[in-house]
């Protein structure tokens, strides 16, 4: 899966952002939780979003697919062209035959998820029937064909189990049968592994690369590890408060990252490898209140190369000079040194080793 | 008003990692599920010395967090021991219980749901202390402020409640409380995993100044593996109640013997890995754990013998056990 | 959902509110108030309707009904009170033992409560109250005993909950007694639902005296309670049925004003933090 050559697919996006803002209330004001995303994912290929909590990278996907409640959202702003069709301009009704049909989601807890008093099998039937009319015989046929193609073993006994009798890492695979049930053109998984152990982890990322490139999906991985994501996407957006920090080819952004934040966030993360026992680089100080109105970039206050321009204007996405990414970034890190190799505990080289 | 003036309950180590601390031997804790007993931890051992680090991970599930909370005397169906400086407190009660328990600082992983919602931060910071008794109140008003200066909490966030701060903050708070009393130990129950990156660093730098500051022990419970090699003098690996391996944190990470310290060396993402490395399957339930070596059904070396004999640890280094019947013999 | 946040109650609890404090100040202030005595006939106006004389009218006997209503309200608010009282206190420290000892006290406890639960409350009431002899004490007592089991459930469960969280394992892990646990770390997190209901109960409290006065088993006569109230005016209800109405009409305003209060006290405590 070499992803180098613009495909022909890769020129018409599946999923195009332009301007994406949501805004929400909270008893503290409204909260601009998305802020002006511009961002795009292609057939075939993994988007991963990153950032801290609050960054707003779940209330982007959630939105997307009108699955906040009305209530709580006071604004939302901007396109979001899925397959030619602005998600925004949708109802209900109509965004419900997106959702499950052409979106799948896979979301962080598969207990919650999951409905306890039925049966696995009946609940991948249920989209199924609503959205194929497959009924009866032919259902649980699919579905455990499915449950079959997301590595269960045994698939048609554990069809009839209920979800209290699944491990945590079955669970998810169920979550992912079901999300894939109606062969979505575009998955969502919301830190799909995060509730899961590391070896259980591995095994479901691994799934989630086979099946994107067995069906051609476009797929957006949402997580806050970068090690995840360095291993598991094509395109990586940094997001930090709301705004997008810095987006453009995985193994491009975390080698020279020009963000200060994302080096910082690279930084951060303890690793396996590399000197151990000093300190690591924290950032200092805290997010910003996102119910305040942001004059400058968001990450001024914490950030090691401020300027005053910083604090007054508001940095748009721009490809700094000799990078092959963007980022909203008024000064910088400078790219290193050609010959020098990566500082980063996850190297992006190690990463184009692992997934060829 | 300083730490001097307040009860130091014993000599600190005499600075060099040697005495141990603590031991807990044959460790065995019980829990009732639907009225079936089953044991999280099945007879463990661990010894951690004065004024080190002992990384504890594993899965969740594995017991990790039971022996945390048996050293803490926080389970009720124990057994086995826990040599603490040379007594025994498995068992104790009363007096010597409530001294134990000054010398032993425990933090929790959620660092909201560790704060009590309707105190305030200098309450809750306060409360070792009233509990010690012995202080009048300025001497314990001074004493908050120069933990919440221990911990880099502005004096301003002492009349804040647990809710109206960030979890960095309130993970703070929870450190603040612990070290109240001078504690010889700290156990730390995954106390940066619900942290975000950013924030985890600030913690992780905090515990490391600490540790040497105070010349504390530690145990370090976390399913982090690039966390726990960051602070640990050395690192013990537990899967289903049972102890894998225990080595030095360099040579554990180095030349890993146990086969499954390796897949979970492997299943870091980040790394290159083939395929083949990984795991497959889940944890069995500690309802009905295998026969044998616990790990022999996810073992990819498992042999008739795995699922007939459970290992025992046994050197295959200098101070690096191995509890497997077939250790990766990894000769540098 | 407006941003700021909401300071008291919310408009609709004041005019319960304002109801329930008058109908409290005139109840106490009834011996100095320029009331009739509640228990003189006045023989020219029997049954009479609303008059300057009488502001409510009279009932059979020619008494005033605002005084009796006034008069009976010193006895129905101290039952509701009083019993609400017993109950919480009761009920709050039973909980709390159920919900953090585990073992024999937590069982022993929850047996009981499901004994109560299980008694006719109304044959149990009728019983003990034919016993001891009616009086403002035992009424209040014997409801208060019925409001128990209640209050345990309610403290109980959000109890269980709070002791598996981890402030409650640290300060065990910190040596804290038992007791000091519970009155300083657990009390402080379950006030407002225990404060919640008692103002529900509150109003069942009064209804349930009333029910009580009505078949005659509360505070005797001449004594005006409003269940006798009510219950002497059924014998001219088809010719004067305001008689009956007045009473039964504010013992159902206090009942529905309990509610109300309760019910905006809950949503006022409850709602706290963001929305996601």
């Not at chain 1, 697919?9 to 994406?20: C, F, I, K, T």
């Not at chain 2, 124990?78 to 009660?93: E, K, L």
């Not at chain 3, 004490?137 to 128990?148: D, E, H, K, P, W």
Request: proline fraction near 8%.
């Amino acid at each position: 899966m070499n992803h180098d050559a613009p495909s022909p697919s890769a020129a018409e996006p599946l999923l195009n952002l332009r301007g994406y803002t949501v805004h929400l209330n909270s008893p503290r004001g409204t909260v601009r939780a998305v802020d002006g995303v511009d961002v795009a994912v292609a057939r075939g290929r993994t988007l991963a979003v990153v950032g801290e909590s609050g960054s707003g990278k779940s209330v982007l996907c959630r939105s997307l697919l009108g699955l906040l409640p009305d209530a709580a959202v006071a604004l939302r702003a901007g396109t979001a062209h899925f397959d030619g069709v602005d998600l925004t301009a949708l109802g209900e009704r109509e965004l419900r035959d997106v959702r499950g049909r052409r979106v799948g989601m896979v979301f962080q807890d598969p207990m919650t998820a999951l409905n306890p008093v039925l049966p696995v099998w009946r609940q991948i039937a249920l989209p199924l029937k609503r959205h194929l009319g497959l009924r009866g015989r032919a259902a649980k046929a699919r579905a455990v064909e499915l449950l079959d193609s997301v590595g269960i073993p045994d698939p048609a006994r554990r069809a009839d189990q209920y979800p209290l009798q699944l491990s945590g890492g079955m669970r998810q695979r169920v979550m992912i049968a079901l999300a894939l049930s109606c062969d979505p053109e575009l998955l969502i998984a919301d830190e799909p592994t995060t509730a899961l152990d590391v070896t259980v982890q591995a095994q479901i990322l691994r799934l989630l690369d086979r099946l994107r490139a067995e069906r051609d999906m476009a797929v957006i991985l949402i997580s806050h590890d970068l090690g995840v994501v360095a291993d598991h996407s094509d395109d990586v957006m940094v997001m930090y408060a709301g705004r997008q920090a810095e987006l453009g080819p995985t193994a491009s952004v975390l080698a020279a990252p020009r963000m200060p934040y994302t080096r910082a966030l690279l930084d951060a993360a303890p690793t396996l490898h590399g000197p151990r026992g000093q300190h690591l680089a924290a950032i200092g100080g805290q997010p910003p209140d996102m119910s305040r109105l942001l004059s400058g970039c968001a990450f001024a206050d914490r950030c090691p190369r401020v300027q005053d321009r910083c604090r007054t204007e508001v940095p748009a996405m721009t490809r700094p000079p000799g990078s092959a990414h963007e980022a909203a970034c008024w000064n910088p890190v400078p790219p290193p040194r050609p010959g020098g190799g990566t500082v980063t505990g996850i190297s992006a080289a190690r990463r184009e080793s692992s997934r060829t | 008003m300083t730490t001097a003036d307040l009860p130091v309950s014993a000599p600190p180590g005499t600075g060099a990692v040697g005495r141990p601390l603590l031991e807990v031997r044959g460790l065995r804790v019980r829990y009732r599920s639907g009225g079936r007993p089953f044991e999280a931890v099945a007879g463990l051992d661990l010894t951690l010395h004065q004024g080190e680090t002992l990384g504890l991970v594993g899965e969740s599930g594995c017991g990790k967090s039971s022996v945390a909370r048996a050293v803490a005397r926080l389970e009720p169906d124990v057994s086995g021991a826990i040599v603490f400086d040379g007594q025994d407190v498995a068992r104790t009660g009363g007096r010597a219980l409530k001294a134990y328990r000054r010398r032993v600082g425990m933090v929790f992983q959620d660092p909201i749901a560790s704060l009590n919602p309707r105190r305030t931060v200098r309450d809750i910071i306060a409360t070792p202390l009233e509990l010690a008794g012995g202080h009048d109140s300025t001497a314990i008003a001074a004493r908050v402020g120069e933990l919440a200066d221990l911990v880099g909490l502005h004096p301003s966030l002492l009349d804040r409640h647990p809710h109206e701060m960030s979890g960095g903050q309130c993970q703070r708070v929870s450190i603040a409380r612990a070290l109240a009393c001078v504690p010889d130990l700290l156990l730390c129950d995954e106390v940066v995993s619900a942290l975000d990156v950013s924030i985890q660093a600030q913690v992780v730098n905090l515990l490391m100044d600490i540790r040497e500051q105070q010349r504390l022990a530690m145990l370090f419970i976390s399913h982090d593996l690039a966390v726990v090699r960051q602070l640990s003098d050395r690192v013990a690996v537990m899967y289903l109640g049972t102890l894998c391996e225990d080595a030095p944190v360099d040579e554990l990470f180095a030349r890993p013997a146990h086969p499954y310290t390796r897949a979970l060396l492997a299943s870091v993402p980040g790394n290159p890995t083939p395929d083949t490395a990984l795991l497959t399957g889940d944890l069995p339930s500690p309802l009905t754990p295998p026969s044998g070596c616990r790990f022999r059904t996810r073992c990819p070396l498992a042999r008739d013998t795995c699922a007939e004999i459970p290992p025992t640890p046994k050197q295959i280094r200098p101070d690096h056990h191995v509890a497997c019947h077939f250790p990766i013999d990894a000769t540098p | 959902m407006p941003a700021e946040r909401r300071p008291g109650l919310g408009r609709g609890a004041w005019p319960p509110l304002v109801f329930l404090g008058v109908l409290c100040t005139a109840a106490l202030l009834a011996p100095v108030l320029p009331l009739a005595d509640p228990t003189h006939s006045d023989t020219d106006a029997l049954a009479a309707g609303i008059s300057a004389k009488h502001w409510l009218g009279t009932d059979a006997l020619g008494r005033d009904t605002l005084s009796r209503i006034v008069h009976g309200a010193r006895v129905s608010l101290v039952v509701g009170v009083g019993a609400t009282a017993i109950g919480a206190v009761a009920g709050t420290l039973l909980g709390m033992a159920a919900g953090v000892v585990r073992g024999w006290v937590s069982a022993v406890i929850m047996r009981l409560t499901d004994v109560l639960l299980a008694f006719p409350a109304m044959i149990f009431a009728l019983a003990v109250i034919g016993a001891v002899g009616p009086s403002t004490a035992s009424v209040t007592v014997v409801i208060g005993l019925l409001f128990i089991p209640g209050f345990v459930r309610i403290v109980r469960a959000p109890v269980l909950s709070l002791s598996q969280r981890e402030f409650v394992l640290a300060c065990r892990a910190m040596g804290m007694s038992t007791p000091r646990l519970m009155a300083r770390e657990i009390l402080p997190n379950i006030l407002t639902g225990v404060l919640t209901y008692a103002v529900t109960m509150f109003g069942v409290g009064v209804m349930v005296e009333g029910g009580l006065g009505f078949l005659g088993v509360s505070v005797p006569p001449p004594e005006p309670t409003w269940g006798g109230m009510i219950a002497e005016g059924r014998q001219v209800l088809a010719q004067h049925p305001m008689v009956t109405l007045t009473p039964t009409l504010v013992l159902v305003l206090v009942v529905v004003c309990a509610n109300v209060v309760g019910d905006r006290l809950s949503a006022r405590l409850d709602t706290r933090g963001a929305m996601l």
